[in-house]
């Protein structure tokens, strides 16, 4: 089957990573209604596709994204109401439901801009490389409104509170460095060699079991809400959930080749079939 085309995102392929580009490169990547219908429909496809084991988000030209597109998500659809929840809810579910609980692992490569609204998907996703000269802000107190949607709310759990605070009450940009240094992103490298970074996380994310990343990427972001007793029970069922999942792991293939075989030393590789 060939694959979809979109008007405002492109899908391309490198093996088994699967790249989201957003694509409205002369708008920054700003994000209009007919953009978050775009990725909706994408996400559900690209879930379910066999090809796909890592997706990589990221934007076409200067912009990772510069947030909401201010005239065709906001402005134009003022006296829409149903236009505008309309939007409103895909734009939700794609960037934030649909992304943080991808069944793959996923990598927003931050290539420029990324402003506002862009936070929801950058922090949705489960890892992040950046280039040192992308430009973060979170513009929205420029504009006479709150960083809402989920943007606040991703911020303050992402960040140190004191950085929270300060880049979402000020508005001041901040580099790609910047942004490792304070959690936002996994890393930050030149503009020359983000590609080649983010495609190295992809290969060693392919080299470990699609299974055990799947339940750790979603065991990592349920306990964070939880109390030590509620996860230490959830960590024994979704254990349980997992060998039941993988016969090679209920059968403890690794314990065996570890043990038995000496085969194998899981301190020192990824546990792969
Ligand atoms: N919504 C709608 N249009 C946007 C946009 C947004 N969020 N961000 C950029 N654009 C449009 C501009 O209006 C311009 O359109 P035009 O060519 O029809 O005039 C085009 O994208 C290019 O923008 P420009 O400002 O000329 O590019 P730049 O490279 O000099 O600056 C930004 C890029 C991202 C720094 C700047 O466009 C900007 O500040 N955008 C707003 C970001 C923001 O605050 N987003 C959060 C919204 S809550």
């Not at 998907?121 to 513009?139: T, Y």
Request: proline share 4%; hydrophobic share 40%; aromatic share 10%.
């Amino acid at each position: 089957m060939t694959d979809k085309t979109y008007e405002n995102i492109k899908i391309e392929r490198e093996g088994e990573v699967t790249w989201i580009v957003l694509n409205r490169p002369e708008k920054r990547n700003a994000m209009s209604p007919a953009l978050h219908y775009d990725m909706e429909d994408a996400l559900s496809w690209l879930a379910t596709d066999a090809q796909t084991r890592v997706l990589i988000l990221t934007g076409a030209g200067q912009a990772f994204c510069a947030g909401q597109d201010l005239k065709a998500y906001f402005r134009e659809n003022e006296n829409a109401p149903i236009e505008r929840r309309r939007a409103g809810l895909a734009s939700h579910h794609w960037r934030w439901e649909m992304l943080s609980t991808f069944p793959k692992p996923t990598i927003a490569m931050v290539n420029g801009y990324c402003f506002g609204g862009g936070f929801t998907q950058l922090c949705a996703c489960d890892f992040a490389v950046a280039s040192e000269d992308a430009i973060f802000g979170l513009s929205e107190v420029n504009w006479g409104i709150i960083p809402g949607g989920v943007v606040a709310w991703n911020v303050a759990k992402m960040l140190m509170p004191r950085h929270a605070m300060y880049y979402a009450t000020t508005g001041k940009t901040f580099n790609g460095r910047r942004a490792e240094q304070i959690g936002l992103v996994n890393i930050a490298v030149p503009q020359e060699l983000l590609r080649q970074e983010t495609l190295a996380l992809a290969a060693d994310l392919l080299n470990i079991n699609s299974g055990v990343l799947r339940y750790t990427k979603e065991a990592i972001r349920a306990v964070t809400d939880m109390t030590v007793e509620q996860a230490r029970d959830y960590l024994a069922v979704k254990q349980e959930a997992l060998a039941k999942a993988d016969k090679e792991i209920g059968d403890k293939v690794g314990l065996k080749k570890f043990l038995d075989d000496k085969s194998y030393r899981p301190g020192l590789g990824p546990y792969s079939k």
